[in-house]
């Protein structure tokens, strides 16, 4: 078990020849580099200084009224206090999602989008909120197209306005924060202003991913005038300050949201959009002030007398991860182990028949029906598994056919996931618990920066092309429409309360990433720590992705035998879990820079 449980650094990806076109050119893109080691940060907590050493450590931090687990230690200061307060989880996020938007832009915040779940300790209530961005309501079928309808090149759709949707993560902000919230709003900037007016160090992680994109974040004034000042990348132990952002968070705090979707800061985001440099986008006005989140229902699967409940449609990730465990309940992964290849093989097909229902029928539910319930029933499920009954991988996989109340012929869909997003969770001292999964998609989203904060190249997770082989592609593009996502936030309970809450970044592995976590931690006894720190094995759609420069990589000869084309690369995750016993044990993923806080 010990094997698997360790990481090391990580280098650049490869392009696998496995993959659907479309995902190959995604995968070739170079994620957000992994961290390596814990940045040096001035003036934390002796708690966040016992948080990094726990990590660096391989154990779980420990506590027994309140704890947050993400991505930045800064950000969790931010939350913590607010804990410390009094404050509820609703509240510590939105400190958290303010800070993170600062010191982590690359990853995700105001101009972005999350998922949020929710457990109500008061009521055992589950909820879900879409905070995902929409299409502008101008866009047509042919937004990624190019004159003679060819799909466009990656980078010629996602860097400039074209790719911009809706931002979403404002108005989740204050959704969750008004229902579930006890402290004033205006409070939970406090520390997101002064760190953007007093100024931060620029962490070792910022400033690699800010030289690796340095071209594209060249091409626009304002992107390049933070990011590149004098024009050269920033550099790791800088400070940087971020007045714009201050002055709207300040905005933000006095009047609510609401300045955000129809006040000046509204009119600087579309103009931006509208007049990018060679890529100018829809997005209108109008589009800002119609947007709103949406309360949606829990996908709840069971898994060996656990719940596991995650995000619905417009996401991927709660189906599809629900899916994967649905198919591994017949089999005793348990007795197997973590170092088996047999455990490995179950998983990797099971997740490929997932990702084979994913890819056909899951969009946004608002737009067109969805099998939500099929894909998850027992019945369906149980017999699925049976595919996965032999010894060898599956030579092919297929999407199902899951229960529907009417018959439609989709075509698999094509869209690409970026692995840069960023990941919450929060139990406070009342006993709620949320997991929230946030993004501006791309690292550095569409590259266009308004008033000291990024904007998303959201869009870009819809099918650039409309249909394949005359039949209609159910996530392409429509006006209002939310892209399909993989972010998986997960709380898994047991006889009505929750256990673990648990979330990661990383594109579509998203939902590989959050499965294993769940399996490690349930079937095979890991503590949190050591289930978000063990080695990964991705598959997705046939080729099996080996974390190199980890234990798992010992996996590869056994499972190229079987029948898996293999391909050592980097799979930089960013879970941040907390389980729940008789106290609070955080995790944080040491590929990343995030600590988990408690008391």
């Not at 449980?5 to 995902?23: E, H, S, T």
């Not at 589009?287 to 829990?298: C, F, G, M």
């Not at 170092?339 to 093989?345: A, G, M, T, V």
């Amino acid at each position: 078990m010990q094997g698997l449980n360790r990481v090391f650094a990580i280098a650049a990806l490869a392009v696998l020849p496995g993959l659907p076109l479309a995902q190959q050119a995604a995968d070739a893109v170079a994620p957000e580099a992994a961290t390596g080691q814990d940045a040096i940060w001035p003036g934390l907590s002796d708690a966040a200084r016992t948080a990094l050493r726990a990590k660096a450590a391989g154990r779980p931090v420990e506590a027994q009224d309140w704890m947050i687990a993400a991505a930045n230690p800064l950000a969790v200061e931010a939350g913590a206090k607010v804990l410390e307060q009094g404050g509820t989880a609703a509240d510590a996020m939105v400190a958290v999602q303010a800070v993170l938007g600062l010191v982590e832009p690359q990853s995700s915040g105001l101009g972005g989008g999350a998922f949020l779940i929710w457990y109500d300790a008061a009521t055992g209530q589950v909820t879900t909120l879409d905070g995902r961005e929409t299409a502008p309501l101008s866009v047509t079928p042919q937004l990624f197209q190019d004159d003679a309808g060819e799909p466009l090149k990656f980078f010629d759709a996602v860097v400039g306005g074209l790719s911009v949707g809706t931002p979403g993560t404002p108005a989740l902000l204050a959704e969750a924060q008004g229902r579930w919230g006890n402290r004033p709003w205006p409070g939970l900037f406090t520390d997101a202003i002064r760190l953007a007016e007093s100024g931060f160090k620029v962490s070792p992680r910022l400033a690699a991913l800010v030289a690796g994109d340095r071209d594209r974040l060249a091409r626009f004034d304002a992107t390049a005038g933070y990011f590149l000042p004098g024009g050269a990348p920033v550099e790791a132990g800088q400070i940087l300050r971020n007045p714009a952002y201050a002055e709207v968070l300040k905005s933000i705090s006095d009047q609510g949201v609401a300045v955000f979707y129809s006040g000046e800061v509204a009119r600087d985001v579309t103009q931006v959009v509208q007049t990018a440099p060679g890529n100018p986008g829809q997005l209108s006005p109008l589009d800002l002030a119609i947007y709103r989140v949406i309360e949606r229902d829990p996908v709840c699967v069971d898994y060996r007398g656990y719940d596991v409940c995650g995000m619905g449609p417009p996401s991927s990730g709660g189906l599809a991860v629900g899916q994967i465990l649905g198919l591994l309940r017949p089999y005793d992964l348990a007795a197997l182990g973590p170092e088996n290849s047999e455990s490995w093989r179950l998983i990797g097909d099971a997740s490929r028949l997932a990702f084979a229902d994913r890819g056909r029928y899951v969009a946004d539910s608002d737009f067109l029906p969805v099998p939500i319930e099929g894909m998850v029933d027992s019945e369906y499920l149980n017999n699925r598994s049976k595919l996965l009954g032999g010894d060898d991988a599956l030579p092919e996989v297929a999407p199902g056919d899951p229960t529907f109340d009417h018959a439609l012929n989709w075509a698999d869909d094509e869209a690409i996931e970026f692995p840069s997003t960023s990941h919450i969770s929060i139990v406070d001292g009342y006993g709620n618990a949320m997991s929230m999964t946030t993004t501006i998609e791309n690292a550095f989203g569409s590259r266009l920066m308004v008033r000291g904060f990024l904007l998303n190249n959201e869009l870009t997770d819809f099918s650039f092309r409309t249909h394949r082989d005359g039949r209609p592609i159910a996530n392409a593009v429509a006006p209002g429409k939310r892209p399909r996502s993989s972010m998986a936030p997960t709380i898994v309970l047991k006889d009505g309360k929750p256990v673990l809450v648990i979330g990661s970044p990383g594109g579509s592995r998203i939902i590989g990433y959050v499965a294993e976590a769940i399996i490690a931690h349930i079937d095979w006894g890991m503590d949190v720590q050591q289930a978000v720190a063990m080695g990964h094995l991705v598959n997705r759609f046939g080729t099996y992705d080996v974390e190199e420069g980890s234990p798992a990589a010992t996996l590869a000869a056994p499972l190229e035998a079987m029948g898996y084309e293999v391909k050592a690369r980097a799979l930089n995750s960013g879970l941040h879990a907390i389980a729940i016993g008789e106290g609070l044990r955080g995790g944080a993923d040491p590929r990343r820079e995030g600590i988990a806080i408690g008391r």
